[in-house]
């Protein structure tokens, strides 16, 4: 059965970083797109970085665009999300999940979610 184990998160001042990972099954990381979503208390939780297992392709939600950056660590067998020059309304519980459908911007694709990290922004 897949699994996902998110890990990295906690308190970081504003303007600070964070790297969350996601570790996962070996073949998961050739076969399925993985996303980083996260679910800031009394809102839906959003998509804000995928990766494309198939040809490493990202994509990023407008708000952390240029200061997220979603890769891969094949020594690890990990997805990590690095994030820089936080903002307290990038607090939330961040949770990584993978599909393996082309419609990866839909939330519902998603299948297998880890437990999640909690990451929180503040002074």
């Known amino acids: 059965q897949v699994q996902l184990v998110e890990s990295g998160g906690g308190l970081v001042q504003p303007g600070g970083s964070l790297r969350l990972s996601c570790a996962m099954s070996?073949?998961?990381?050739?076969?399925?797109?993985i996303g980083w979503f996260r679910q800031a208390p009394g809102k839906e939780r959003e998509g804000v970085a995928y990766?494309?297992?198939?040809?490493?392709?990202?994509y990023y939600a407008e708000s952390v665009k240029g200061r997220f950056t979603i890769g891969r660590n094949n020594a690890k067998n990990t997805v990590f999300l690095q994030m820089d020059s936080l903002k307290p309304e990038d607090t939330g519980v961040y949770y990584c999940?993978?599909?393996?459908?082309?419609?990866?911007?839909?939330?519902?694709?998603?299948?297998?979610w880890g437990q999640g990290t909690q990451v929180t922004v503040s002074s």
């Open positions: 999940a993978v599909t393996f459908e082309s419609d990866f911007y839909n939330i519902q694709a998603y299948n297998t």
């Open positions: 070996t073949h998961i990381l050739d076969y399925y797109v």
């Open positions: 990766r494309s297992a198939s040809d490493g392709s990202t």
